[in-house]
């Protein structure tokens, strides 16, 4: 009679408590890994957002448009390009899309953005003049012109062989045209300016 009392005990608790009896017959490890698993699962997740966070962006190839260069193929455009920088302060060298303008380089900075272009070989700007303004930078004389659409100014170094453009985004600093100054002074001799007459 004690024994069927004990067991309708037994059978009242469990009615009283289902997950008990839910779990009465699985080994305690069985639970411990079935409630761990989710947790797990949320932590990786969470170091897998942050570690693709912190990866490097694949920057996509630049595109550039043809402009006139008859002399990219010179001796100052094939003396100078190899001796460029790979890098202009926060700037890198990008990869360009083929078939590329020849003797032309660009380095963006790491997220992308626009970039800073140079080319080599160009004809005389129709805008530098003997009235334009030059400004003097690590020894090379460079003429401004500014595309205020663009957000970006190019600067054309007019005192060597050939013309070399170097367009800056606007914010980008100093830096890419004191560090082309620096490539091009070591490496190209300069030459007397040859202006443009004066407009009429």
Not at 4 to 22: H, L, M, R, V, Y
Not at 139 to 149: C, G, I, K, T, Y
Not at 169 to 185: A, F, K, M, N, R
């Amino acid at each position: 009679m004690a024994a069927e009392s004990s067991d309708s005990d037994s059978s009242k608790a469990a009615a009283d408590n289902p997950a008990e009896a839910d779990t009465a017959g699985y080994p305690p490890a069985l639970i411990a890994t079935a409630v761990a698993l989710p947790v797990v699962l949320i932590v990786a997740i969470l170091v897998a957002a942050v570690l693709a966070r912190r990866a490097p962006v694949e920057r996509e190839p630049l595109v550039l448009g043809p402009v006139p260069a008859p002399a990219a193929d010179g001796p100052a455009c094939t003396t100078l390009l190899p001796a460029l920088p790979a890098d202009l302060g926060d700037y890198t060298k990008s990869q360009l899309v083929e078939p590329a303008p020849p003797a032309t380089r660009a380095w963006q900075r790491k997220d992308g953005g626009d970039a800073v272009v140079l080319r080599c070989g160009l004809d005389r700007p129709l805008e530098f003049n003997r009235a334009s303004p030059l400004q003097i930078v690590n020894n090379v004389q460079w003429f401004e012109a500014r595309d205020p659409a663009a957000k970006a100014s190019t600067w054309f170094a007019v005192d060597r062989e050939t013309y070399i453009a170097l367009t800056v985004p606007d914010g980008s600093g100093p830096t890419p045209l004191q560090e082309v100054s620096d490539t091009i002074t070591a490496n190209l001799p300069e030459r007397p300016l040859d202006p443009g007459p004066l407009p009429n």
